[in-house]
């Protein structure tokens, strides 16, 4: 096997508008997966080795960074997944990459990033699927449940969500101060399942039965996306049992990368 190659290259202007690209020169054009990462939005967390087993698996590898919501309030970061996926495709020749073949996974914040892109127009983005790891798929959500817990992460999540609208959720209040569009309009904007129609791209969503990121984020997002006309097959809530673990570190439960490698394969040409 070729040892994989590395390269780092930027999608935008701004320092964390990075692409980590961990490929393998190949005479024929690989899928595309852009990894995600989570950090409640606020920091990058680290996909340790998984860059490099996904790509050992005949996947081309862009691991995406973004703004974090200190650094621009939403929707930027959609709108860096959008930039992220044109400059991939744009690019594809050089990294062996088949520009129609391209999927997301994201993990915990990033997770939710990748559950928008699935949704947002109609997959806009021309995605063959998403996979979401804990993905806060209802930030609105993890806002009241960091009211009501005492768990250090749940309340971390609940703050930084409101970092990321810029505004406390209320209904009562669409003002436009430190945002493009109204507070109450935002956090609606930020939750997927309003976002949903029968074209959506495919998503597998999983989370662990303790995970602080409850799986009631992705059944809701299942139910509505059901709801709306997108096929049983389409959309999966997996939830592994008698675990804690949270985001990136599924993959390191039984099965789990195997599960998730063959549903990506599964929806490539």
Not at 54 to 69: I, P, S, T
Not at 104 to 110: E, I, M, P
Not at 245 to 268: E, I, N
Request: proline share 6%.
């Amino acid at each position: 096997m070729v040892k994989a190659e590395a390269a780092t290259q930027q999608y935008g202007t701004h320092p964390r508008q990075s692409l980590n690209i961990t490929w393998n020169p190949s005479p024929a054009p690989r899928p595309v997966v852009i990894l995600i990462t989570g950090g409640y939005w606020y920091t990058h967390a680290t996909w340790g080795t998984w860059e490099k087993q996904f790509a050992d698996q005949g996947f081309q590898v862009f691991a995406m960074k973004y703004r974090l919501n200190f650094e621009a309030a939403w929707p930027a970061q959609r709108d860096d997944v959008a930039s992220a996926v044109k400059w991939v495709r744009d690019n594809a020749e050089r990294y062996d990459a088949d520009p129609d073949n391209v999927l997301l996974l994201g993990s915990s914040a990033g997770g939710q990033m990748a559950t928008d892109a699935a949704t947002r127009g109609t997959n806009s983005l021309g995605l063959k699927g998403i996979v979401a790891l804990s993905p806060v798929a209802s930030p609105y959500r993890a806002w009241q449940d960091g009211n009501t817990s005492t768990n250090d992460k749940i309340r971390k999540l609940r703050d930084n969500s409101t970092l990321l609208a810029r505004c406390y959720p209320d209904p009562a209040d669409n003002s436009t101060a430190n945002r493009d569009t109204g507070c109450w309009d935002t956090w609606r904007d930020m939750e997927s399942k309003n976002a949903v129609t029968k074209g959506d791209a495919p998503m597998l969503m999983v989370h662990s039965d303790g995970d602080f990121v409850p799986p009631v984020h992705s059944t809701e997002l299942e139910a509505a996306a059901k709801a709306a006309g997108v096929p049983a097959s389409n959309v999966t809530t997996r939830i592994v049992t008698g675990s804690t673990a949270h985001g990136g570190s599924l993959l390191g439960t039984p099965g789990m990368f195997d599960t998730v490698v063959s549903w990506l394969k599964a929806r490539t040409s």
